[in-house]
């Protein structure tokens, strides 16, 4: 008799369980259970010094929410996928956040991989915010409604770069080289064109290399002869570390300026001394902000050193996202939406909000140089 009311039992909670997970849609109730929060990007491979401080902002934040009672109720779980920034890679893990139950990503980290992942996110009504996705069309083309960035675009990258080297550097011919990727070969069309709009300024050279090659002494050659005296480079820093050396082992007396997909420590350590002088856009530092001295403090004494590239932003990324989904007092899509875009949320890039196109209001880019082994801002 006992064992047959234990099997009752287990029945009606089984059945119950059916029920919950038919009307919400997901195997749990929309209003019970962990909140699961994809964390999307380069995990591994050459360019994971830009994924794994997504991944620990990601991490502390949450631990944090956690550890103060969760968000509405309920604690936030983290689904982590690698992509290594390739595109088809990208989509498979766009697929697997999306069957774990995530109701919103934290990610991508490079352009091509997001632009890769968005549409399958987007069918499913999920919505994304990247801490370092920069091309410009994935906010202005109005195709992904679902995203969202703390990081501005590289429209006003190219922008910057062109304006500090030709009127504060005063430099006059230019070589603009990029990788053909998404987010190099965009950002150096745009650096081309506004170089190309500017009196006394002349773009000698614009052309591409392949990624992931050895040797650039094909493109090196064309530099030389292209007689630029600048070279304003689009993509990433494995090749930018492999052409600036081979640049100055040329002995070109030109000046290396690229992008916040190069002002990473990583360029540094790889190009050694070489690196020196080198200029890079990248986000604005703002770690005099109280909360983003918080975060680093907090990142030193559960990893044991310093945050790397695009951390700030991605723990803005993740605060942004907690505010949005307490605000709306849901994991509703278009109330996460909604909240997005509703107000400012204090971060550690500041006070942000999000514009209609998913592009974050109070954040920008500043001019870096390499002195004596360490990126030092310069504007």
Same mark, same amino acid.
């Given at each position: 008799?006992?064992?047959?009311?234990?099997?009752?039992?287990?029945?009606?909670i089984v059945l119950f369980a059916a029920?919950?997970? *038919?009307?919400?849609?997901?195997?749990?109730?929309?209003?019970?259970?962990?909140?699961?929060?994809? $964390?999307?990007?380069?995990?591994?491979?050459?360019?994971?010094?830009?994924?794994?401080?997504?991944?620990?902002?990601?991490?502390?934040?949450?631990?944090?929410?956690?550890?103060?009672?969760?968000?509405?109720?309920?604690?936030?779980?983290?689904?982590?996928?690698?992509?290594?920034?390739?595109?088809?890679?990208?989509?498979?893990?766009?697929?697997?956040?999306?069957?774990?139950?995530?109701?919103?990503?934290?990610?991508?980290?490079?352009?091509?991989?997001?632009?890769?992942?968005?549409?399958?996110?987007?069918?499913?009504?999920?919505?994304?915010?990247?801490?370092?996705?920069?091309?410009?069309?994935?906010?202005?083309?109005?195709?992904?409604?679902?995203?969202?960035?703390?990081?501005?675009?590289?429209?006003?990258?190219?922008?910057?770069?062109?304006?500090?080297?030709?009127?504060?550097?005063?430099?006059?011919?230019?070589?603009?080289?990029? =990788?053909?990727?998404?987010?190099?070969?965009?950002?150096?069309? *745009?650096?081309? =064109?506004? &170089?190309?709009?500017?009196?006394?300024?002349? $773009?000698? &050279? *614009?052309?591409?290399?392949?990624?992931?090659? $050895?040797?650039?002494?094909?493109?090196?050659?064309?530099?030389?002869?292209?007689?630029?005296?600048?070279?304003?480079?689009?993509?990433?820093?494995?090749?930018?570390?492999?052409?600036?050396?081979?640049?100055?082992?040329?002995k070109l007396d030109v000046t290396f300026?690229?992008?916040?997909?190069?002002? =990473?420590?990583?360029?540094?350590?790889?190009?050694?001394?070489?690196?020196?002088?080198?200029?890079?856009?990248?986000?604005?530092?703002?770690?005099?902000?109280?909360?983003?001295?918080?975060?680093?403090?907090?990142?030193?004494?559960?990893?044991?050193?310093?945050?790397?590239?695009?951390?700030?932003?991605?723990?803005?990324?993740?605060?942004?996202?907690?505010?949005?989904?307490?605000?709306?007092?849901?994991?509703?899509?278009?109330?996460?939406?909604?909240?997005?875009?509703?107000?400012?949320?204090?971060?550690? &890039?500041?006070?942000?909000?999000?514009?209609?196109?998913?592009?974050?209001?109070?954040?920008? *880019?500043?001019?870096f140089q390499v002195r004596n082994g360490?990126?030092?801002?310069?504007?």
């Open positions: 008799m006992k064992r047959s009311m234990k099997v009752s039992a287990a029945i009606i029920a919950v997970a *038919f009307a919400g849609g997901k195997g749990e109730s929309a209003e019970s259970g962990p909140i699961k929060i994809g $964390v999307a990007g380069a995990h591994t491979g050459d360019l994971a010094s830009y994924g794994i401080p997504t991944v620990k902002a990601a991490e502390l934040v949450t631990e944090a929410v956690n550890g103060a009672g969760g968000v509405l109720g309920r604690q936030i779980e983290l689904v982590v996928e690698d992509d290594q920034c390739k595109e088809d890679q990208a989509a498979n893990a766009a697929t697997k956040l999306l069957g774990e139950g995530v109701v919103a990503v934290i990610g991508h980290i490079c352009s091509g991989a997001t632009e890769a992942a968005l549409p399958i996110y987007l069918d499913s009504k999920v919505v994304v915010i990247s801490p370092s996705a920069t091309n410009p069309p994935l906010t202005q083309s109005g195709n992904y409604p679902n995203f969202f960035r703390t990081i501005a675009p590289d429209d006003a990258q190219a922008q910057l770069q062109v304006r500090y080297a030709v009127d504060k550097l005063g430099l006059k011919k230019f070589a603009v080289i990029h =990788d053909k990727g998404t987010y190099g070969q965009g950002l150096a069309q *745009f650096a081309r =064109d506004y &170089l190309s709009a500017e009196a006394g300024v002349e $773009v000698v &050279l *614009f052309e591409g290399i392949t990624a992931g090659a $050895v040797d650039y002494s094909a493109i090196v050659n064309k530099i030389e002869a292209s007689g630029a005296d600048a070279v304003v480079y689009g993509g990433y820093h494995p090749e930018a570390s492999k052409l600036v050396t081979q640049i100055k082992d040329a300026i690229s992008d916040d997909g190069v002002k =990473d420590d990583t360029f540094i350590q790889v190009a050694k001394e070489y690196s020196e002088g080198v200029y890079a856009s990248g986000p604005i530092d703002t770690s005099s902000n109280a909360i983003a001295q918080k975060a680093i403090a907090d990142h030193r004494a559960k990893y044991g050193e310093d945050p790397g590239p695009f951390f700030l932003n991605a723990y803005a990324a993740a605060q942004a996202l907690v505010n949005a989904i307490e605000k709306a007092g849901s994991t509703d899509y278009d109330a996460i939406k909604a909240a997005l875009t509703g107000g400012y949320v204090a971060t550690s &890039l500041g006070d942000i909000s999000f514009d209609k196109n998913g592009d974050a209001i109070g954040v920008g *880019f500043s001019m360490v990126y030092v801002a310069v504007e």
